[in-house]
């Protein structure tokens, strides 16, 4: 599953070629010829079979997909347009195909979070080996402190802690405490030892 800005035709053949599977958008444009209809009911529109029509779409690059698709027309309540789908499952139901773009919304979700609070302002490595290894640690990292957060007892919000964590990480408490209770007793006997100095 991903979205229309991957539109690329040939990489959908290699998909295919490989024998897995996609489900994606079907740009405005795309010049395409229906085979077939299927009869719909309920929120879907249309599910037909289709070709591409131009088999050298721009740029003197060839169209290598040269096998039959299916469009599935998906109205949404919440939008003015409809979905318009694209996928090489011919078999399977067409709200499976719709449920299946669907949960893509959960990987962009996901993305999001990871985003927004995993705070990764930059990869340190560029292999695949190394970003999901920071990726992961950046996750643990993240669900450690919030189990300590947790067991502290903190109503806090995470960021709220966290700054507090951050801002105080360093600090030894009871060392700071000796150390004032130290500097007051010799305050004090330094103020009772002025008193007996006095002329």
């Not at 993305?111 to 996750?139: C, M, P, R, T, Y």
């Not at 007793?185 to 007996?196: P, R, V």
Request: glycine share 6%; with cysteine; hydrophobic share 40%.
């Amino acid at each position: 599953m991903f979205d229309k800005g991957y539109c690329d035709y040939n990489w959908w053949h290699q998909i295919d070629q490989e024998g897995a599977f996609f489900v994606t958008r079907l740009k405005r444009n795309a010049s395409i010829r229906v085979l077939k209809s299927r009869s719909t009911e309920g929120d879907i529109l249309s599910d037909e079979v289709i070709e591409f029509k131009n088999k050298w779409p721009g740029g003197g690059r060839k169209n290598n997909y040269v096998k039959p698709l299916r469009r599935i027309v998906v109205h949404r309540e919440d939008h003015v347009d409809p979905l318009v789908l694209v996928t090489n499952l011919m078999g399977v139901p067409v709200e499976e195909v719709a449920a299946l773009y669907k949960q893509r919304w959960a990987i962009e979700l996901w993305f999001k979070w990871v985003k927004q609070n995993l705070k990764i302002k930059k990869f340190l490595g560029q292999s695949e080996n190394a970003v999901k290894i920071q990726i992961l640690v950046a996750l643990i990292t993240y669900l450690i402190a919030d189990l300590y957060r947790q067991l502290c007892g903190s109503r806090r919000g995470f960021y709220l802690w966290l700054a507090e964590l951050k801002s105080t990480l360093f600090q030894r408490p009871r060392l700071e405490f000796e150390v004032l209770k130290r500097r007051r007793k010799w305050k004090s006997d330094f103020q009772i030892h002025q008193a007996q100095l006095a002329l």
